[in-house]
């Protein structure tokens, strides 16, 4: 499975962002996706994750209200819109993949992209 993610850059504080994840090589149906985010210093993190039918997701509490996670079978992608940003929502966002259903820790997941970043500016 390679993974693509786009989307990321500068935004404004309380503005949004739309990131994609496009997957490629293998039935994507069958992966939970998952999206991370790791700020300079810190370790990586769970930010929220999806099931491979796309019918039951969780996210992490920092982004719960604020983030949208989806995906589109049909297309082979995942996105996670991101609105009311903050400035602690700085950092590179991940999407990653793992067979069948969601989980939260990152040795859980067996395919990552490359990053993309996303800054938002107070």
């Known amino acids: 499975v390679q993974l693509v993610e786009s989307g990321g850059g500068l935004v404004q504080a309380g503005g949004s962002l739309r990131l994609s994840c496009a997957s490629s090589g293998r039935t994507f149906s069958f992966y939970a996706m998952g999206w991370f985010r790791q700020a300079p210093g810190k370790v990586r993190e769970f930010v929220a994750a999806?099931?491979?039918?796309?019918?039951?997701?969780y996210y992490a509490n920092s982004v719960k209200g604020r983030f949208t996670i989806s995906r589109d079978n049909a297309a082979d992608t995942v996105t996670l819109q991101m609105n009311s940003l903050k400035p602690e929502d700085t950092a590179v966002y991940y999407c990653?993949?793992?067979?069948?259903?969601?989980?939260?820790?990152?040795?859980?997941?067996?395919?990552w992209g490359q990053g993309t970043q996303v800054t938002v500016s107070s």
């Open positions: 999806i099931n491979g039918r796309g019918d039951s997701t």
């Open positions: 990653a993949a793992r067979p069948r259903e969601i989980a939260t820790p990152i040795y859980e997941y067996d395919y």
